[in-house]
C-alpha cells in the first residue's frame, strides 16, 4: 500500500512527503494493522531495476511548521526521514546495503509481514513435519519494535553455531534473555539427550530459578555449588580437585612471578607427586621413589659441604636440613612406614654431624659417601626424568611438604634469600591449604582423573546432563577465575582430541554471566593466557562455544568480544562501555547508540549473523524468570498494620 513519495535523495537519508489521503499514523492492509507513524517503524521503495530498498524511519515532521500560519491538522504536510537499510533483490534475497538509489518522487509503500519473511528469511516452515526426526529451525525470541508486535523468530544455527554476547547495565533484561533462550529451547520436542550441552557459570545465583526439570520431563538439569556438603539446598557439592590445574593456572592462583616463584612451584609440584608416590603405590614403586629421596638427601649434603667456610658452619647446617628431613618423612604415616630404612640411614648422617676443637675431620662427608653408594643412579635418573603430567592425581597435603624440600635445597646451595623471594606464594599456598573457600579444591570426592572429572559434570551414558548450572556467587575474585578458568580448559582440551567429524557431535555451549570479572580487557587477569580468548579464537573448530553475558563491556577483553559474531545488547548509559563497543564493532551507527540508550528493561537490539538486519526487539519474558528482580523498597519499609503485629 502506498503512503506517499520521495521528494530529496542523498546517500544516507530519503526524504518523503506523505499522501494527503492518509489518514492517522496507520494503515489498515488485509486485516493488518501496520504503524508508520513512528521512529522505526520500516517503509519500502522500488528503484529503476526493480529493487526493493527496505528503509527505517529516523524523523518525523510538519513541512508546514515553519510557515507564517502554523497548521497541525490532518491535512498539513507530514514528511518523514528515511535510513536506507537493505535490499531484496528480484530473487527474493534480502542483502544489507543500497547498490541503485530510488528515483525522485518514487512511490512509498508499507513494509508488510510477508516482506518481513523475506527479510528475516522465515519464509520456510519452521520445522519439518512433526515426527521422530524433527529438527528445529528456529526459536521465538521477541516482537518487533520496528513493525510493531511481529514476531521475531531466530536461526537456532546462526545463533548458536557461533560466539555471541548479550550485554547491557545492570537491570536491563540480560538475565531474562539468557533464561528465555535456553527455555524456548528446552521447549523444543525431541531435544536430543546428548547432543545438547550447555553450561553456565552463574556468577550471581539466579538461574536455578529459572530453570527446573519439570518444564521438560526430557531434560536433565544438574545444579552446582562449590563448598556445601550435601544436597539440601537443591545443589550437589561441585568439586575442582587441585591436581587438575596447570601450572600456569597454580602460578596465577598463587600469584607467583614468572622470574623466581613460577620455577619453584614447578619443583613444588613435582616433589609433591613423589612424595605422593612413596606411600601410595605398590612396593616396588616405594623402593625407587625412597631411593630417589636417599638421593635427594645425600645431594643436599654435598651442596652444604660445598658452601660453608668453616667445619661449625658447614655441620650446623647439615644438622639442620637432616632434622628438617626428619620432620617431613615424620609427618605422614605412609612416607614414614615407607622410609623406615631411609630414616636409620638419616640417623646414621646425624651421629655424624660432630666437632671437636672446630673440626669434623670429614666424618660427615665420609658417613655420606658410604649411604651414597646405597643409591641406585639408574632408577634415581629415572625419577627425576619422569614429569607429572597435568590431571595426574596427588594428595594436596604433599604441597607443604615438597615445598619445604626445595626450600632446604636451595639453602644448602647458598640461596640465602629464597625465602624472601617465596614469601607471598607460600602464603597464598597456606591459604589455598587452610580456608575453607577452598575446600572444594582440596576435596576430591573420588575424582581422580580428568575423564573422572568431566563424567562427574556431565553424567555417564546412562544419564546424560543437557544443562549445568555451577553457582559461584559465593567465591572471591581470585576462586571465581580459578574455577571458571580450569573447568573451561578442561572441557576444551577434551574437545581437542576429537578427529574428523566428531568434533562437530555434541556441541559445548558456555554461557559466562558477569563475564567482565574473569575474561578482563587488560592483561592484568591472573591466568596470564586467558582460556576464553583461545576458545573465542579457536572452539568454533571444535564446536565449542561462547555466550558472553556483561554489565561492562568496556572492562571484557577485545578478544573474546571481537570474536562474538551474534549481539543483544540492552540499555548501556555509560558513555566508557558505549564508546568501547563502538569502537570494537566496525558496522556499528550512532542509531544504534540512540536505540541502545533510550531502551527500557527487556528491550534490546540484536544483529549479527543470527539476523537479516539489526532490530530493535521487545525480548519475550522468561517463564519462569531468573531471581534478579529489584527489591521493592516502599514494601519492605512500610508494613500494613497487621504485619507489624
Not at 156 to 177: M, W
Not at 630 to 635: A, S
Request: charge should be neutral; charged fraction near 25%.
Amino acid at each position: 500500500m502506498k503512503i506517499g513519495k520521495i521528494t530529496s535523495i542523498n546517500y544516507s537519508q530519503l526524504k518523503v512527503k506523505i499522501s494527503s489521503e492518509i489518514r492517522g499514523s496507520s494503515v489498515n492492509l488485509h486485516g493488518n494493522v501496520y504503524y508508520f507513524g513512528n521512529i522505526g517503524s520500516y517503509l519500502k521503495v522500488t528503484n529503476a531495476v526493480e529493487e526493493i530498498i527496505i528503509c527505517e524511519v529516523v524523523s518525523i515532521f510538519d513541512s508546514d511548521i515553519h510557515q507564517a500560519k502554523l497548521s497541525f491538522d490532518i491535512e498539513s504536510n507530514r514528511e518523514l526521514l528515511l535510513k536506507p537499510i537493505g535490499t531484496i533483490n528480484k530473487t527474493k534475497e534480502f542483502a544489507l546495503g543500497v547498490g541503485v538509489f530510488p528515483s525522485l518522487y518514487s512511490d512509498v509503500s508499507i513494509v508488510t509481514f510477508q516482506d518481513m519473511k523475506l527479510i528475516l528469511k522465515t519464509n520456510s516452515p519452521e520445522s519439518v513435519p512433526a515426527g521422530e526426526n524433527q529438527i528445529h529451525q528456529s526459536f521465538s525470541l521477541g516482537v518487533s519494535k520496528n513493525l510493531i508486535n511481529y514476531p521475531i523468530e531466530v536461526s537456532i544455527d546462526s545463533f548458536f553455531n557461533i560466539h555471541s554476547a548479550v550485554l547491557g547495565n545492570s537491570g536491563s533484561g540480560k538475565s531474562n534473555t539468557i533464561a528465555h533462550i535456553i527455555q524456548e529451547i528446552h521447549k523444543k520436542e525431541n531435544l536430543s539427550a546428548t547432543g545438547s550441552r550447555i553450561l553456565i557459570f552463574d556468577v550471581n545465583g539466579e538461574y536455578k530459578q529459572a530453570f527446573s526439570n519439570d518444564n521438560n520431563h526430557n531434560i536433565l538439569i544438574t545444579y552446582f555449588k562449590p563448598n556445601i556438603k550435601n544436597v539440601t539446598i537443591g545443589y550437589s557439592p561441585f568439586y575442582l580437585p587441585h591436581f587438575l590445574l596447570s601450572l600456569d593456572e597454580w602460578s596465577a592462583f598463587l600469584l607467583a612471578t614468572d622470574a623466581t616463584q613460577r620455577p619453584f612451584w614447578d619443583k613444588v609440584l613435582q616433589e609433591s607427586y613423589r612424595f605422593y608416590r612413596i606411600g601410595n603405590s605398590n612396593p616396588e614403586e616405594k623402593t625407587k621413589f625412597v631411593n630417589y629421596l636417599r638421593y635427594r638427601i645425600c645431594n643436599l649434603i654435598f651442596s652444604t659441604l660445598r658452601q660453608a667456610d668453616s667445619d661449625t658452619a658447614r655441620i650446623t647446617t647439615a644438622a639442620s636440613i637432616l632434622g628438617s628431613i626428619t620432620s617431613i618423612i615424620n609427618s605422614n604415616a605412609d612416607i614414614k612406614v615407607a622410609s623406615t630404612e631411609l630414616l636409620s640411614d638419616i640417623e646414621t648422617l646425624q651421629s655424624a654431624c660432630t666437632i671437636a676443637y672446630g673440626e669434623n675431620k670429614d666424618k660427615l662427608e665420609k658417613a655420606t659417601n658410604t649411604i651414597f653408594d646405597k643409591v641406585d643412579h639408574t632408577q634415581a635418573q629415572e625419577v627425576i626424568n619422569s614429569k607429572i603430567k597435568n590431571g595426574e592425581f596427588f594428595d594436596h597435603q604433599f604441597l607443604k611438604i615438597a615445598a619445604e624440600l626445595i626450600l632446604l635445597e636451595e639453602d644448602a646451595r647458598g640461596n640465602r634469600q629464597i625465602r624472601g623471594y617465596t614469601a607471598t606464594m607460600l602464603t597464598r599456598l597456606d591459604y589455598f591449604l587452610d580456608n575453607p573457600d577452598c575446600e572444594f579444591m582440596r576435596e576430591s570426592n573420588g575424582i581422580d582423573s580428568v575423564k573422572k572429572y568431566i563424567t562427574e559434570l556431565w553424567g555417564n551414558e546412562q544419564k546424560k546432563t543437557q544443562l549445568v548450572i555451577i553457582d559461584t556467587s559465593e567465591l572471591s575474585p581470585d576462586i571465581l577465575e580459578t574455577l571458571t578458568s580450569v573447568t573451561s580448559r578442561l572441557l576444551f582440551d577434551e574437545r581437542k582430541k576429537l578427529i574428523g567429524d566428531e568434533r562437530r557431535k555434541k556441541p559445548i555451549h558456555l554461557i559466562l554471566d558477569e563475564a567482565h570479572r574473569y575474561i578482563k580487557k587488560h592483561y592484568d587477569y591472573l591466568i596470564k593466557e586467558n582460556i576464553f580468548e583461545k576458545i573465542a579464537r579457536e572452539g568454533r573448530k571444535y564446536s565449542f562455544y561462547l555466550l558472553v553475558s556483561s554489565q561492562r563491556p568496556s572492562e571484557l577483553s577485545e578478544t573474546v568480544l571481537s570474536q562474538c559474531a551474534n549481539f543483544i545488547i540492552h540499555r548501556i548509559q555509560n558513555e566508557k562501555d558505549m564508546h568501547y563497543i563502538q569502537a570494537i564493532l566496525p558496522y556499528f551507527s550512532d542509531d544504534f547508540t540512540n536505540k541502545i540508550k533510550q531502551s527500557v528493561p527487556g528491550d534490546a537490539l540484536v544483529f549479527g549473523n543470527c539476523v537479516s538486519m539489526p532490530l530493535h526487539l521487545k525480548i519475550h519474558q522468561a517463564k519462569p524468570s531468573p531471581n534478579s528482580e529489584n527489591c521493592k523498597i516502599p514494601e519492605q519499609w512500610f508494613k500494613k498494620k497487621e504485619e507489624n503485629q
